[in-house]
Each structure stands twice: as C-alpha cells, then as structure tokens.
C-alpha cells in the first residue's frame, strides 16, 4: 500500500507522538507501507523545521532536522514532480504539493491533519485520510 503523508504528519510522527502517530510511525519505519514523498515536501518539512517553535520539541525527541529528513529519504520513494505544477487548494497553495505526490506515485491513500485538504475527502481517486481514519481503515 502506498500513500502519501502531509508534511504535518512527518513532522508530528516524529515529534509528538499519539496513539495514530505512533502506529503511522511503526508502519513506516518497518515498511508496512510505502511511502512517497517530492522534493518540494522535504524543502517543506526542511523549512518548517526551521520555524523556533520547533526548537524545544526537537530537543525534547532527541532528534535533528538533519535526522529527520535523513530518515525519510532513506525510507520513502521519492517522486519529481510534475513539470506542470497543479493549482488545487487555493487557500494554501503548498498544500498542492502533497496532491502533486499522490498523482506522480500512484498512491493509494494521502493521509493529512490539514483542514484544506481533509475537506477535499479524495483527490484524483485517492482518499484522503486522518491518520484516525487511516488507522480505523488499516486495521480492517
């Protein structure tokens, strides 16, 4: 199974850990599921990181910027992007780049905690899910 995670969804997975979180981040870390990712998400995440409210919480996991991109580049599938960038979430067009990864890699699901697109439902097929509702569906 594929999919696709919003940057907040890397980022809390690595961070904050809750019950979904933590069963997103063994699924990923023991490849259960393949996850896609763009170059334009890990600048994201990269540059998110960077914001100093993400400081402490990066102490208090014991991790580095650095470690957290290394990790999901060795572990994710990296797609380009496609030449024509999509204009989708018109409220926040970053949001787009997730979109974007799902349609490149074939995705079987996007998995987000971002209002724009869990109001979308599905995008191009592929739902879009919480990690609530991609747990619910998973354990099925």
């Known amino acids: ?29 023991q490849n259960k599921i393949i996850v896609s990712v763009n170059p334009q998400i890990i600048q994201e995440i990269t540059r998110v990181l ?10 208090k996991a014991g991790l580095t910027t650095e470690e957290i991109i ?11 992007s496609s030449i024509k960038p999509l204009k989708i979430i018109k409220d926040d067009s970053s949001d787009d780049i997730i979109l974007d990864c799902a349609l ?27 990690p609530r509702q991609f747990l619910n569906r998973f354990k099925k």
């Open 50 to 59: 960077s914001y100093p409210k993400f400081i402490i919480p990066l102490l």
């Open 70 to 80: 290394s990790a999901i580049t060795n572990d994710c599938l990296i797609f380009s």
């Open 104 to 130: 490149a890699s074939g995705a079987d699901f996007i998995i987000s905690g971002d209002k724009h697109l869990l109001k979308l439902k599905s995008f191009q097929n592929i739902p879009i899910l919480s």
């Open 1 to 29: 199974m594929k999919v696709v995670f919003d940057t907040n969804i890397f980022i809390s997975m690595f961070i904050w850990r809750n019950k979904e979180l933590e069963f997103l981040y063994n699924l990923f870390s």
